[in-house]
């Protein structure tokens, strides 16, 4: 509220505070999924739609919660929660669920919790709180960086031992956007993506395992073998295509009804949203993401301290890349490497996790008057 104090406001406060409309965009998203997935079962709600509406009706919850909490309480948490999610990517080392080859899930009874998600946003919140600390010359400073890349490191190497190829990469992007918003110096990108190129041919030989090598493969030529590695995407192509100018309609896409579609109802159901409703519908839910991340970004800057501003920023460009890498996939410009399109794919951990990424991205909101001074 204008011209109040943000640690002196009260629940009602805080509850107004709350952009209303930015969750009113959340749940447009949500209930083109929700539609999809519908769609996917054949009419139905069961097995996917109705699961995937009560979780969402959860982490609204859990988002409202986490926005009116304030600030500088997830600043001082930021460090105990990233520990306690590398403890649980550990725990999945140990013992993990293992599903579709990989081991990424712990078993709760009631979901398959998988810690990779929670990690992209733990890195956010982390290196928000360390860069936040941090004076303009201690991030032009090589020796100063040795911490974060070490922060980064250690989940990336439990979570690429999973195996989990895509969320690693994700991880790697999110905290290179973190770094670039921090103010590192493009020197340091620049020799950054030189050792990338030098490892390439390393990790080549000696990391990638040889079905993610078949993938890349696939990528580069997927018609060399199209009923074999080269199926998802050949699929993904026609129904793509199939799709025309403006959709098949509602229920009426022949490629996920006739179970031609691989993954449907996770990470290839903008293939399917996009047969149903065409191009129109698919540059229609490109708008709603653009426009969310756009008025989003508006929202991130407004906050009166560096922390604030981090940690939204770094949630916002947390979404996007769920997204760049999701659509870039089903089309064919990138390798397919099992990421979800956020809000939409079917998924328990994926839709709780970016939920409450942005119950932080809306409790920096609430409390974008809180001063840099305020923050320690």
């Given amino acids: ?40 079962a054949g009419g139905h709600f069961d097995p996917w739609a109705g699961k995937q509406m009560a979780r ?23 460090y105990p929660f990233f520990g306690f999610v590398c403890l649980l990517l550990l725990w999945v080392e140990l013992k993990g669920h293992i599903g579709m080859g990989a081991q990424r899930w712990i078993n709760l009874g009631f979901m398959q ?3 990779s998600e929670l990690m992209k946003v733990a890195t956010v919140l982390a290196l928000a709180r360390l860069f936040s600390g941090a004076t303009p010359d201690d991030v032009r400073n090589p020796l100063f960086l040795l911490l974060p890349l070490g922060m980064i490191a250690v989940p990336v190497g439990l979570v690429l031992s999973q195996p989990d190829l895509g969320t690693a990469l994700t991880i790697l992007m999110v905290s290179g956007a973190m770094f670039f918003l921090a103010g590192v110096s493009y020197w340091m990108f620049g020799l ?9 041919p390393l990790s080549w030989m000696f990391l990638l395992r ?22 998802h995407i050949t699929q993904s192509k026609i129904a793509l295509g199939s799709g025309g100018i403006t959709g098949k309609g509602f229920l009426e896409g022949t490629q996920s009804r006739l179970n031609f579609l691989p993954e449907k109802q996770t990470d290839f159901i903008f293939t399917l949203f996009t047969e149903e409703w065409g191009m129109v519908g698919g540059l229609g839910l490109m708008a709603l993401f653009i426009l969310l991340l756009a008025y989003g970004y508006v929202m991130a800057f407004q906050s009166q301290n560096q922390f604030g501003r981090l940690l939204s920023a770094g949630i916002l460009s947390n979404f996007f890349f769920y997204i760049f890498v999701n659509t870039g996939m089903v089309m064919g410009l990138l390798p397919v490497v099992g990421v979800p399109l956020p ?11 970016v939920l409450f990424g942005f119950g932080l991205f809306m409790s920096a909101y609430v409390h974008r008057d809180t001063k840099r001074q305020g923050m320690d």
């Fill in 1 to 40: 509220m204008p011209g109040l104090a943000r640690d002196r406001m009260s629940l009602v406060d805080r509850l107004f505070a709350i952009n209303w409309s930015f969750l009113l965009l959340l749940t447009m998203i949500a209930g083109i999924g929700f539609a999809s997935l519908y769609s996917a």
């Fill in 56 to 78: 969402f009706a959860l982490g609204m919850a859990g988002l409202i919660v986490t926005a009116m909490i304030d600030i500088r309480i997830w600043r001082k948490l930021a």
């Fill in 343 to 353: 809000l939409v794919s079917y998924g328990g951990t994926v839709m709780l996790s």
């Fill in 192 to 200: 950054a993506l030189a050792g990338v190129a030098a490892a390439v």
């Fill in 210 to 231: 040889d079905y993610q090598k078949k993938r890349v493969e696939t990528f580069l030529n997927p018609e060399s073998d199209p009923l074999g590695s080269g199926y």
């Fill in 113 to 115: 919790l998988q810690p």
